[in-house]
């Protein structure tokens, strides 16, 4: 309020030019936070004890703040290891290593050094290791604009490794969203013992907000079923889809781990049998992930109830159609917007439902990206086919304005994917 | 978890006569004499016939990726100190394809011991030359005389900051051994390097060879790696590189330089974070309950610097 009255006070030479009206924040308390520090503060309350890291942009601010809060004794934060190492694939395969001692690991990076990575992906995947990769999004391909913001890494996220494998991928739309989803992410990957990627992005990573308090007394710790000790230990027993897991260092349990097609002891074999059964566990822990995630924490559903238009998209596009979905209102034109925040295992069904019975040719998708990329990944999920789009891919973010006369285009039949090019 | 017999029932499917199996026998042996536990012991391999070596082993086994075994093994032991960790690798797996990693442990110091089975091929993907065959050398695989150089692991190694490096030979069973247990009892990171005959593509650097050409440090009275005072550090490197460049037909094997008083990266890491490595990510607590230990009034405490108090008018 101080700071507002100054600024008034100030802006009293230019009267008429410019209105600062004053603020209305209806909580005692709000935080201050960007992208990378509220996915940081989120990974403290998460319980992570190692976070390994390559120096890139936008992700790197992450670990650093981090590393302020690796270790507060009198909270029982920490001892957490924030660890920089020599490349991205040291990042990721020593957050593996880290992992199968028990430690809640995860790594940050962004979409070059995501690459190095997808080796270790598919190691924990075939291993079934728990690790959270923190992807912020930048401009590529290649170096690109790295100081710039995209979406384009959503098929990367998803496809990226050899071989078939179960993992997650979970996107957040705003920093309250982000926080959440950081804690889920750990979770899931625990619970579920996968591989989860929080593809985030530049946008998010670097933009300041002021958000509310995030509510603790909702948040839970869980960390999937952990042997404490046994007579004789299957690391991959069959007896279900999820196999008990013991940390290495667990006294009278002895286990192996390889990258090869493995027993339930861990020890290499090629029978065939075998090789179908452990595949098939593997992949078809997707299942129960599905269940597992309540239908809100998978697509975000806002505006009006019967629309005439469904705006589609994931990730830090959200506020900037919530706010053009608003405008729009006030023109009479009723719209709602999908927040895809799993993208991966799609949800499928929560998407058929929360579409209605809005047909395809009224929905539009709103991406950072040439392709508008989750129309493929929600066709290839429904068969609903989403041929209009709203696309900015200079790295500049999405205005409103750019969605207004991006709507205007579609609706009048005059265009079927704008490309969005405000911003110097 | 005492032992005494730490072979598993998996077969061991090396070719007859392989130096893996006088490297497997080391291995044991240095267990056994050690009696170290499996349940708190992690073999640690990367890709190659050498790196099957943790199914054969009676401990925690890690078989990771092609020259990434070390920093799988870094994750491990940073997050449980606790545990023994001893890395197992081939010279394309540690020191072509993982080279960069194998730099960045001897700049850590952590209490990590690397055993290198160097025998100049990768024997997996039939006899392509490695980082270890010198330059202008033809062994039965290769089409044309090797137009790569080799370099030398022991120089690597100190170069680098590994704060014990030795060399064996892996039919010098006894010899291996020994080396092996200092390995693991010293604190800091160490390096073996443990020459290999391969029987199956390797017709230069046969058992035949080694057993004509290597020699033993510890036979001259007079040899003597070890730091004793900090100062003597560079002294003692630099005959330890003199010793490193002697190849060809005399090969040393021994100690070349073990050096105490680096610090190693556990004590550092105890220099930021005060409990470690008593405390660490493998043993403290992160929920009571379902509860995670951050709850709504110490959260507000320890992010206090993002928490503004707002005014209304």
């Not at chain 1, 809060?69 to 660890?83: A, T």
């Not at chain 1, 593997?282 to 019967?306: A, C, F, H, T, W």
């Not at chain 2, 046969?206 to 440090?217: E, N």
Request: proline fraction near 5%; include cysteine.
């Amino acid at each position: 309020m101080d700071l507002y009255r100054i600024v008034v006070r100030e802006m009293g030479g230019y009267k008429g030019a410019l209105i600062l009206a004053p603020p209305r924040i209806n909580q005692k308390k709000t935080m201050f936070v960007t992208g990378n520090d509220i996915v940081a503060i989120a990974k403290i309350v998460a319980g992570v004890r190692y976070q390994s890291y390559y120096p890139i942009t936008p992700a790197a601010d992450e670990s650093v703040l981090l590393e302020r809060y690796s270790f507060i004794e009198d909270e029982n934060i920490g001892p957490l290891l924030v660890f920089q190492t020599e490349d991205e694939i040291a990042a990721i395969t020593s957050a593996i290593g880290a992992s199968l001692t028990g430690a809640r690991s995860s790594t940050s990076t962004s979409g070059p050094g995501f690459d190095l990575m997808v080796e270790g992906l598919s190691w924990a995947g075939m291993n079934e290791a728990p690790v959270v990769i923190t992807y912020y999004q930048r401009g590529g391909p290649s170096t690109g604009q790295p100081t710039r913001g995209s979406q384009s890494d959503l098929f990367n996220a998803i496809f990226a490794g050899h071989g078939e494998f179960a993992r997650v991928v979970l996107s957040s739309g705003d920093h309250l969203e982000a926080f959440y989803d950081t804690i889920l992410a750990f979770n899931l990957a625990e619970e579920f013992q996968v591989p989860v990627i929080h593809l985030l992005d530049k946008f998010l990573a670097n933009s300041t907000a002021t958000v509310s308090l995030p509510r603790l007394d909702e948040i839970e710790i869980s960390r999937g079923e952990i042997v404490r000790e046994a007579k004789e230990y299957k690391r991959f027993s069959l007896a279900s889809l999820v196999s008990p897991r013991a940390f290495l260092g667990t006294r009278g349990v002895v286990m192996w781990y390889t990258g090869d097609e493995h027993d339930e002891y861990g020890h290499i074999v090629e029978d065939p049998e075998n090789r179908i059964a452990m595949y098939s566990k593997r992949i078809e822990k997707m299942s129960l992930i599905k269940d597992r995630v309540p239908s809100e924490q998978k697509i975000g559903i806002y505006g009006d109830r019967n629309p005439d238009y469904v705006f589609v998209g994931w990730g830090s596009v959200k506020n900037t159609v919530l706010e053009a979905i608003d405008v729009l209102r006030g023109r009479g034109i009723r719209a709602k917007y999908l927040n895809i925040k799993m993208l991966w295992p799609f949800p499928e069904r929560e998407f058929v439902e929360a579409a209605g019975n809005v047909p395809a040719d009224r929905m539009i998708v709103v991406e950072h990206s040439y392709g508008a990329n989750i129309a493929k990944l929600i066709e290839m999920n429904t068969g609903i086919s989403i041929e209009k789009s709203i696309v900015k891919f200079t790295g500049r973010p999405l205005t409103l304005k750019e969605v207004i006369e991006g709507f205007e285009l579609i609706e009048s039949g005059k265009e079927k994917k704008v490309v969005c090019r405000y911003g110097a | 978890m005492e032992r005494r017999n730490y072979r598993t029932n998996v077969w061991v499917d090396w070719c007859p006569g392989c130096g893996n199996f006088g490297i497997l026998t080391g291995i044991y042996r240095a267990l056994e004499e050690l009696s170290l536990d499996p349940d708190r012991t992690v073999i640690v391999s990367g890709i190659g016939c050498s790196s099957k070596i943790p199914h054969f082993v009676y401990a925690n086994g890690v078989h990771t990726l092609h020259g990434r075994a070390i920093p799988f093994a870094t994750g491990i032991k940073l997050a449980n100190p606790e545990l023994t960790v001893i890395v197992h690798g081939g010279d394309g797996d540690l020191l072509g394809i993982g080279a960069g990693h194998f730099v960045a442990l001897g700049r850590r110091n952590l209490d990590i011991v690397v055993i290198l089975h160097n025998n100049g091929v990768y024997g997996l993907t039939k006899g392509q030359a490695s980082p270890t065959l010198p330059l202008g050398v033809k062994t039965k695989s290769l089409v044309e005389p090797n137009i790569q150089n080799a370099f030398n692991p022991i120089m690597l190694a100190l170069a680098a900051g590994y704060t014990f490096v030795a060399r064996s030979y892996a039919f010098d069973t006894n010899h291996l051994k020994s080396i092996i247990k200092e390995a693991v009892l010293h604190k800091g990171a160490a390096f073996i390097d443990v020459l290999q005959p391969c029987v199956t593509f390797n017709d230069v650097y046969t058992a035949d060879f080694y057993r004509k050409s290597v020699y033993k440090l510890e036979d001259d009275k007079a040899w003597d790696p070890y730091v004793r005072k900090p100062e003597e550090a560079q002294e003692k490197m630099l005959r330890a590189m003199e010793k490193a460049l002697q190849q060809g037909e005399k090969i040393p094997i021994g100690r070349f330089y073990v050096n105490p008083f680096v610090s190693t990266f556990e004590e550092r890491i105890s220099q930021r974070l005060k409990a470690y490595p008593g405390l660490n990510p493998s043993n403290s607590v992160i929920e009571v309950q379902g509860e995670p230990v951050v709850n709504q009034k110490n959260f507000e405490k320890i992010f206090r610097d993002f928490i503004i108090e707002t005014q209304t008018p």
